[in-house]
């Protein structure tokens, strides 16, 4: 088991898993108001797998509230959300017409690009625009975690069944998220061993250096490909001067910035079902049972790495979109996907499963809106994406996504239930663009234009 | 000169639904960049002495596979470091596609990270220095600067070389000596040196296979010796080259087709060559994930994670042994009325006489099984919830091992696709009827389903059964492409294991994974080549990864811009 020595002087490490230690330094707060004329200042997506029970089977739709704008009930399923419910719209009515493709990939791709699949997705996602345009100059630019992913088929490769964020580049490349708590501990918040922690600026030092002397290789090396591998490897570069800018990008605790409360999950394997190479000795029978501690230790890191201003993008996936993993927790002993449609629709064990994301999905938002950023919480500066890849698992329909919004970055106001289900412009497309202009991009398409009419009203 | 006839590899099967997406694989098809126009300008015609058609040779860049077998051998590092990179992504399905290897973020901090765990593990003692370079474990406080100096200079020309497989260029080294002289006015001798190796491992000399070429006396560029040795040695190792390579690209052996043959046969007779087989399989095959799969224990009692995990042990022995010691051809390893077993999984099977957990060779019945395809690791493995889906289990075999594309369903058919009610019939086949008798899905079902019902008689979890819920099951089918009807799971592997296709397919398949690509039209005379051969070898799988030493794809290279 991980032994984890922490010292007062001990902090935060910033991205390249470069652990440094500098001394303890005095809050310096911003103090600045949350105004609603200002862009949003962080974005976090949260993915759950299988959408949520749109309709029972008995014409029922377990997860729309009741009421108008304004005065309204939330559901069942979004009842664990009530305490936060001032600060949550609630968009209903949409539909993911972008998402082309395999029934599952295409919805997973075109959640977040609004594209239409070819293998993968064919346009940045939302997140990553955001990234650019809000956290470049952050030790990461964007932090992507992932709780039990890559269950099924994908074996141990970044699949489009398992991907939902897109490079913000000329190929789109697939992301992938971190899987391990511990390594995430470590490389977002480790800490140096107290005998070395004078050596802080050497350190820093030498990794400069080396990245220095790395850099410089790529960069002569490229010279003398052909276009193809010289892209190739400038690709490389970037990521590399990311480490870089890293190293001038140190994290200080404040009064807010503080470590996670640290979190054994040594009972978690982050590679279940992932490791081709393994030699079939994995005897899993904890990683399940584990789920909802591991989830939240990594929704606790996630808050922190905003908090810290580590990065201020953010995305959370709940499994992949097979979801084959159990609840023993729920007393659900098949695998979710078994649940959605493998072994017929289920939909009370799917609400079940759909009202402990909500329960989830309430703690994290209630730990953002419990951190004072001078005069207003972490989650009113930021916006809160919750969605799926697909709204009703029985048919995989993509019409009326399950989507929510949180948070009052660039203005958006909670509190509300918005429904679209009459509006001839409901694709999700629409509501992409809109959360980018909430960040003070403003544009008025994005993803695939056969797709998006502008930006969908109503958000502010 | 002969016209080969060209196209036989990857058919796509023709239904309704077909869109020209091919579903998972990464794209990276496209002819037009980095490399030979051949085949853009029309049908090229292969055995053409004057002329080569090599295909597109991108940069690849070391597999997670790749990476720890490199650093065990480079500096005896068997910690498996690699294991914390990211997945690959899916490209070509073995992970080692060149136009599926984009650098994330968390990639390239990753790097830095393992580097620096590894550079510090082999620097952490005197031992550990002394195995880098018999010099380094002298030094100490009291050593004066130039003896420190000339030692970090011989480990630097020596690490650096193998660690970038190639001779290094000048400068190349004292640019390493000068990183290692900056570190070391702050920091200890060990750290220093951890730097440089820190440095190196992060390169894209070590991480990447660079390929510049060199143009022989026909006018073709071909590998030079020692980026032949790299190719030999990952094909076929899944590692840097060993001193014996690294003599051979040092003496020209490797600028003839011989002399990488005969590299070729000695790697294919080391030990070594086995974990690349094992690995190339276990990515071919659904056997990864079955020390995982979960399964209904009051469905299926007998049923355990560690049974899962014998049944890939299975897999993994057999083909081993045919295929190193055995007839090691494809159709025997199809066909097989053997297979291997220790004491717990015969039981399991309900075999008796076999004790112990040795794996031993056990005669099978062949009235339930029969080879490869018939195991109970690659029957259950595409199964993955507690009942069997025919469907994902015929796609596997129709796609897989028979290179045929199913296109996935768009559109309007998109919309009314929906999983069966698993309460609509006491068989798979009655569940799965809508598929052979609506029109929106029968033109492409019709090619997956009757082979997946053909394997009805296994349970998911890979067990034989006459029957479910009470019903005596029809496992009736066909082989699509073939014509062939059969009866059962054992006539449906012979009727596959005799179809040319399957075995196209095999041989395409070992292509993609040895040349790291999708092979695409550029390289339609490398598999003609490769086919036939496969052919001419009654389907000999060892001399097939001979043979993938001799093609135009791995002799030579695209004519280069750079």
Redesign the interface.
């Known amino acids: 088991m991980k032994k984890l020595r922490l010292s007062r002087r001990a902090v935060l490490r910033g991205?390249?898993?470069?652990a440094i230690a500098l001394p303890w330094l005095e809050i310096m707060g911003s103090g600045r108001e949350a105004n609603a004329a200002d862009p949003a200042q962080r974005f976090v997506t949260v993915y759950t797998p299988g959408g949520s029970v749109i309709d029972n089977g008995a014409g029922e739709n377990r997860w729309r509230p009741t009421g108008t704008e304004t005065e309204f009930t939330l559901s069942s399923i979004l009842a664990p959300l009530e305490a936060i419910k001032h600060k949550l719209l609630v968009v209903d009515g949409l539909s993911m017409y972008s998402a082309?493709?395999?029934?599952h990939q295409a919805g997973i791709i075109a959640w977040l690009t609004g594209t239409t699949?070819?293998?993968?997705a064919q346009g940045p996602s939302i997140d990553q625009v955001i990234a650019t345009r809000i956290s470049s100059e952050n030790a990461?630019?964007?932090l992507?975690m992932a709780v039990r992913w890559?269950t099924?088929?994908?074996?141990?490769?970044?699949?489009?069944i398992n991907a939902a964020n897109y490079?913000d580049n000329a190929?789109f490349?697939?992301?992938?998220?971190?899987l391990?708590p511990q390594?995430m501990f470590d490389?977002l918040f480790g800490t140096l061993d107290p005998n070395n922690a004078d050596?802080a600026i050497?350190r820093i030092?030498?990794k400069k250096?080396?990245?220095d002397?790395?850099d410089r290789?790529?960069v002569t090396?490229?010279q003398?490909?052909?276009?193809?591998?010289?892209q190739?490897?400038e690709?490389?570069l970037t990521?590399?001067r990311?480490?870089e800018n890293a190293l001038d990008e140190m994290v200080v605790p404040t009064a807010t910035c503080h470590l996670p409360e640290y979190v054994d999950t040594s009972d978690y394997n982050p590679?279940?079902?992932?490791?081709?190479?393994?030699d079939?000795?994995?005897?899993?029978?904890s990683t399940d049972e584990a789920i909802p501690k591991v989830g939240k230790f990594m929704i606790d890191m996630l808050v922190m790495a905003l908090v810290c201003d580590i990065t201020r993008v953010a995305s959370l996936q709940w499994s992949d979109t097979?979801a084959?993993?159990?609840f023993p927790w729920l007393g659900l002993?098949?695998?979710h996907?078994?649940y959605q449609?493998?072994?017929?629709f289920r939909p009370t064990e799917c609400e079940q499963i759909a009202v402990w994301y909500s329960q989830q999905h309430a703690y994290l938002l209630q730990e953002m809106d419990a951190v004072d950023m001078g005069g207003h919480t972490l989650l009113d500066e930021s916006v809160v994406f919750f969605g799926s890849e697909l709204a009703q698992p029985?048919?995989?329909s993509k019409d009326n996504m399950p989507f929510l919004l949180a948070g009052g970055g660039g203005g958006l106001r909670g509190g509300r239930f918005l429904r679209h289900a009459d509006l001839a412009d409901r694709s999700h497309n629409n509501l992409l663009v809109a959360i980018l202009n909430l960040f003070g991009d403003e544009r008025t398409t994005f993803g695939d234009p056969a797709y998006c009419t502008g930006p969908l009203a109503g958000l502010t | 000169m002969v016209r080969v006839r060209l196209g036989l590899g990857a058919l796509v099967l023709g239904c309704a639904c077909y869109s020209g997406a091919g579903g998972q694989g990464d794209g990276g098809d496209d002819g037009s960049e980095g490399g030979s126009d051949a085949g853009d300008t029309g049908e090229p015609i292969c055995g053409d002495p004057d002329a080569v058609f090599p295909g597109r040779a991108p940069l690849r860049r070391l597999t997670r596979f790749e990476y720890n077998n490199t650093v065990r051998d480079l500096l005896g590092d068997d910690t498996l470091p690699a294991n914390a990179f990211p997945s690959e992504e899916i490209g070509n399905g073995f992970g080692n596609d060149a136009d599926a290897q984009s650098v994330s973020s968390l990639l390239a901090e990753q790097y830095a990270a393992v580097a620096e765990d590894v550079a510090n593990r082999a620097t952490i003692s005197t031992t550990a220095l002394s195995a880098l370079t018999p010099c380094a474990g002298e030094i100490v406080d009291t050593t004066d600067p130039a003896t420190e100096e000339a030692c970090v200079r011989t480990f630097v020309e020596g690490f650096a070389m193998r660690a970038y497989r190639r001779p290094l260029e000048p400068g190349e080294a004292d640019a390493l000596v000068e990183l290692q002289q900056a570190i070391r006015a702050e920091s200890t001798f060990p750290v220093s040196l951890a730097a440089v190796i820190e440095a190196v491992l992060q390169s894209a000399d070590f991480l990447y296979r660079v390929e510049h070429g060199v143009v022989d006396d026909a006018g073709r560029r071909r590998p030079n010796g020692y980026e032949m040795a790299t190719r030999l040695s990952y094909f076929l190792w899944g590692t840097m080259p060993d001193d014996e390579l690294f003599a051979a690209a040092g003496s020209g052996e490797l600028v003839t087709d011989e002399g990488v043959l005969a590299q070729a046969s000695r790697m294919l007779d080391d030990e070594r060559a086995r974990p690349v087989v094992r690995h190339f399989f276990d990515n071919l095959l659904p056997i990864s994930g079955l020390s995982q799969l979960e399964r209904d224990p009051v469905r299926y009692p007998t049923y355990t994670a560690a049974i899962g995990a014998l049944m890939r042990q299975e897999t993994q022995t057999f083909l081993e042994r045919e295929i190193f010691e055995g007839p090691g051809t494809w159709s025997a390893i199809l066909t097989a009325p053997y297979s291997y077993m220790n004491g717990p999984l015969a039981q399991y099977y309900g075999i008796t006489g076999v004790e112990g957990d040795e794996f031993q060779k056990v005669d099978l019945d062949t009235t339930q099984r029969l080879g490869l395809l018939l195991q109970a690791g690659v029957v259950a493995g595409t199964i993955h919830s507690n009942e069997t889906n025919p469907v994902v289990r015929g796609s596997f075999l129709v796609q897989k091992m028979m290179c045929n594309v199913i296109p996935l369903p768009t559109g309007d058919v998109l919309a009314e696709v929906k999983p069966p009610d698993p309460d609509s019939g006491a068989t798979a086949r009655e569940r799965y009827s809508q598929h052979s008798s609506d029109p929106a899905c029968t033109p492409c079902h019709q090619l997956m389903d009757p082979v997946g019902l053909a394997l009805e008689n296994y349970d998911p979890v890979g067990l034989w059964r006459d029957t479910e819920n009470g019903v005596t099951i029809d496992a009736s089918g066909s082989v699509p492409g073939t014509n062939t009807t059969v009866d059962g799971p054992v006539e449906l592997v012979t009727a596959i294991a005799g179809a040319p296709q399957t075995h196209a397919c095999f041989a395409r398949n070992w292509s993609n994974f040895a040349y790291g690509r999708t092979l695409d039209a550029n390289d339609d005379c490398t598999l003609a080549h490769i086919e036939q051969a496969f052919v001419d070898s009654e389907y000999d799988v060892r001399s097939l990864l001979l043979e993938l030493t001799q093609t135009d794809a791995f002799l030579y290279l695209p004519e280069g811009e750079g």
Do not use: C, W
């Open positions: 991205a390249g898993g470069i082309v493709g395999e029934q699949q070819n293998n993968y990461m630019k964007s992507q890559g099924g088929k994908s074996h141990g490769l970044l699949h489009p490079e190929t490349d697939p992301i992938p998220p971190r391990d390594a490389d050596d050497a030092a030498r250096s080396i990245l002397f790395v290789r790529y090396l490229s003398q490909l052909g276009s193809y591998d010289r190739k490897l690709q490389h990521k590399i990311e480490l590679t279940t079902g992932l490791e081709s190479a393994d079939g000795t994995i005897v899993d029978t097979e084959k993993h159990t002993s098949e695998h996907h078994f449609h493998d072994g017929n029985p048919t995989h």
